[in-house]
DNA sequence: TATGAATGAGTCTTCATTCAT
DNA sequence: GATGAATGAAGACTCATTCAT
């Protein structure tokens, strides 16, 4: 005979039981922290979301933290695919209604993660982990630099833009977005009233604040 | 006739004596917030490190709270004089090594005040006070804009700088800084490394990306 | 399966385990009201006496008031039961002895009921949550009330006793009784001695003051 | 040149200083006593109410304790001073009248001990010293008895009233006098109502339940 | 393995009392 | 004597973790 399985994952089938559970934690934990912050969460509030009883999680997890931190790591990974889905590609209608559509994207992205990522650093010991689980990949705010370089190249291979140099020019576009998604947190300002700053933003990024000296010259 | 002094400031000589030991909590609550997270602060690691006992506190403030706001504006008013000191003014030196130095200020001043500021999202109510005592004056990353716009502005003035808006224009300058200042905390870099990536992002600002289409003619 | 009883109870058997601490902490609390007054008892305290943790009392109660008010309820549930157990029926007996046994009664339960009564009146809050718990039922003092009428009533129904007005004649008959309750706390009066006084107030109830204008002609 | 003498009461001529702060903080607690609970008072609340400063205190009384019972005491003899002015003598008016009257003042100086009696007994230290001090006077309610029993005393003399024992009697006056002070504290009901109830319990005592033995033949 | 009650260290705050000035 | 700031013990409550069943 089997051991029992907690009653909230009993339903799944086909799931191997031993991981059924641990998913569903993380799942849970996950949620939650749509909700609030970090700190703000409980082992009790996790059991008693989850279905489960409060002893669980350590059959599973070295502890609070462990689970905590397979929580954040998911729930970044989502944003990021959200991130990355629907972003145009080189050479497809015009560089600035692009550059645009970038940018928005990365304040969406900042939007969704920095308040997370926020109440994560009031935690250093799981801030830590946390940047350790995500170690080899890019991580933060880095994470959205991939695709917005590929796109640059792309469109300079296509003489769509001008030669300069990749990096500088991504951060000229994350740094942006970072901004304007910290406003929407501390400022507490509308996606709409930000969004509305970014063709302005990618307009002068395109020209240059340029020099009577003749920077170009 | 007057109260004894606490052991801790009865060596201050000169001081008010009634304010002397309020001012003490408040210096050692700032250092503590160099040290640790707002969070990670107990009103016993004050009274501690002040080498006061643990009840003076509440002869001088409300509660904790008041305590760690009035370190919190401190700390942070501390840091934008730094970062308003010895900024270069409009037609000195060149425009390129002055925008370097204003983004090298703000990646300073990110470095410094965004850890506090993060772990203060995680407390709601902490952050609420906060806010509402630096009230009137632009708060969080957007107390750097003022100096910048004024920089950028006196320049076009001067003819040393194209014309552009302002706004999109700071924040081209204030946003990758934001950026590296992330990545100091976030990623663990050092502010050498951070420092050699700042020249490239200001000569990409000043070109701009262009495009083919001829955006500028 | 089952989570382990606290040491406390685990003797207890035939209990239900989820409630037999519960009633346990109850118990004890109980107790110690017998002890002190309220505002004197602890948390600790409780947690001490009853053999468990500090913390235990949260996984039953909202908080320590509310454990009070269920020990204060049960405390005096207690002295009502009895209180009205073995009084004596209209009818029976001699008049003049019955009435000595109700007053007998009453100043027992003033006794016991008083010390923590009047320990309730300086917690509020407190006060009006055991007020409130003992809602529909008649509180205070007046809980002796019915059983005194109802006797009475009866007595004048035989015919055993004059006619007079139900009420205020339990006025004379409790208020003796609180006052000789209230000497045995306060004046530290021996229940023997607060016993010999009661024969004597229910002869010269009996009798009445009378006044020689002839009040009863 | 003598000492200093404490803000508060340097206005006050005449007086011993020595003795003057210590009558002013006795008068200043007693006030604070009608306002709130024993319990509810601190060493502070005194302090300033008396616009002294927090340590005088403990220049003039042991400690807190002593002070608050040098208050009580006070509060209790005016209490009882208030009581015992405008009692009708014997032989003046009706005697059932005057037995309202007795009753009704009675029923003040209950409504009017009570609240802070019962404070009292939640501190048992504080009960007990203020017992010793009151030591030798009849104390608590009984401080009621001896007017009382002097009127009874006095009608009977004057053949108003019939031949009974006093002590049954005066309790007979006393003690529904304290159930109707305890219900305006405890059930909340108004001086008025309860004074509605007097007449009928005086003139049922007056009457007695009588018995259709002949108790009295 | 799941359960969920028990544990107890740790948090902020209050306040009677002391004592240097 | 007066001052009033400093002291520090105590109190109610939280919550990650353990472990008997």
Redesign the pocket.
């Not at 059959?59 to 933290?65: D, R, T």
């Not at 650093?121 to 990949?137: D, G, T």
């Not at 063709?199 to 340029?210: E, K």
């Given at each position: 005979m089997s051991?029992?399985?907690?009653?909230?994952v009993r339903s799944r089938v086909g799931d191997d039981?031993?991981t059924a559970?641990r998913e569903h934690l993380i799942d849970t934990a996950e949620k939650l922290l749509g909700d609030r912050q970090v700190a703000?969460?409980?082992?009790?509030?996790i059991?008693r979301a989850a279905g489960?009883?409060?002893?669980?999680?350590?059959?599973?997890f070295a502890?609070?933290?462990e689970l905590l931190v397979a929580a954040l790591v998911r729930r970044y990974a989502g944003s990021v695919e959200r991130f990355e889905a629907d972003l145009p590609a080189p050479g497809t209608g015009t560089v600035e209604d692009n550059l645009v559509a970038y940018a928005q994207a990365a304040v969406d992205l900042v939007a969704e993660t920095l308040p997370t990522a926020a109440g994560l650093m009031s935690e250093p010991s799981l801030l830590h982990r946390f940047v350790e689980a995500i170690h080899q990949q890019p991580y933060g705010p880095q994470r959205m630099y991939h695709p917005i370089a590929e796109y640059l190249a792309g469109e300079q291979r296509l003489g769509r833009l001008e030669e300069f140099d990749i990096d500088p020019a991504v951060h000229l576009i994350v740094g942006p977005a970072l901004v304007l998604g910290f406003s929407a947190i501390i400022g507490g300002r509308s996606r709409e009233d930000l969004t509305a700053e970014i063709p302005g933003i990618v307009r002068t990024l395109l020209t240059g604040l340029g020099t009577r000296q003749g920077l170009r010259a």
């Amino acid at each position: 005979m089997s051991p029992r399985r907690a009653r909230a994952v009993r339903s799944r089938v086909g799931d191997d039981p031993a991981t059924a559970l641990r998913e569903h934690l993380i799942d849970t934990a996950e949620k939650l922290l749509g909700d609030r912050q970090v700190a703000g969460i409980t082992t009790r509030d996790i059991a008693r979301a989850a279905g489960v009883s409060d002893g669980v999680l350590y059959n599973y997890f070295a502890g609070k933290h462990e689970l905590l931190v397979a929580a954040l790591v998911r729930r970044y990974a989502g944003s990021v695919e959200r991130f990355e889905a629907d972003l145009p590609a080189p050479g497809t209608g015009t560089v600035e209604d692009n550059l645009v559509a970038y940018a928005q994207a990365a304040v969406d992205l900042v939007a969704e993660t920095l308040p997370t990522a926020a109440g994560l650093m009031s935690e250093p010991s799981l801030l830590h982990r946390f940047v350790e689980a995500i170690h080899q990949q890019p991580y933060g705010p880095q994470r959205m630099y991939h695709p917005i370089a590929e796109y640059l190249a792309g469109e300079q291979r296509l003489g769509r833009l001008e030669e300069f140099d990749i990096d500088p020019a991504v951060h000229l576009i994350v740094g942006p977005a970072l901004v304007l998604g910290f406003s929407a947190i501390i400022g507490g300002r509308s996606r709409e009233d930000l969004t509305a700053e970014i063709p302005g933003i990618v307009r002068t990024l395109l020209t240059g604040l340029g020099t009577r000296q003749g920077l170009r010259a």
